[in-house]
């Protein structure tokens, strides 16, 4: 393998196996920079009480290992259901901590209501991928790029 066979884009999405092939490391980031708009507008110093304030400080590690796991691509396929209900739970969790009534917000308030919905578009697609498949079609990809071409 060539030294140019490692710097190919990780937040390519123009793959065979569609948004499965966004890398674990993109689909967090990504996640975190939506959550971020939309929680600057919610409570402009939230990050001061992520630090600060201990109720908050766990509420924001609880909701970080969900993303960070619905990013690792090492669960099953979820359900769009279970993914919105576990959404909502954890976001409230955390976000109810810096604004009480935040679902007010995101349902009325102008440029809240945005930063929502894209937020949580892009959580549900990465939520709900089917990564089992992927996986299955990487490994079905590779095996046939590496020994099918000898």
């Not at 996640?31 to 600060?52: C, I, M, P, R």
């Not at 102008?110 to 578009?121: H, L, N, S, T």
Request: net charge negative; hydrophobic share 35%.
């Amino acid at each position: 393998m060539s030294d140019s066979d490692n710097d190919v884009d990780d937040t390519s999405t123009e793959s065979p196996f569609g948004d499965a092939h966004i890398s674990p490391f993109t689909c967090r980031e990504t996640l975190l920079d939506k959550f971020e708009t939309l929680a600057n507008q919610l409570s402009a110093g939230w990050k001061y009480h992520v630090s600060n304030t201990e109720g908050i400080r766990k509420a924001w590690l609880s909701f970080e290992d969900f993303y960070s796991n619905i990013c690792s691509f090492a669960d099953r396929h979820i359900s769009p259901y279970l993914c919105q209900k576990k959404l909502i739970e954890k976001v409230d969790a955390f976000v109810s901590q810096l604004s009480p009534n935040w679902s007010d917000h995101i349902a009325n308030t102008e440029g809240i209501v945005e930063a929502w919905q894209d937020f949580e578009r892009y959580f549900l697609r990465m939520c709900t991928i089917d990564h089992g498949e992927w996986l299955a079609d990487f490994v079905s990809f590779v095996f046939n790029v590496r020994f099918k071409a000898d």
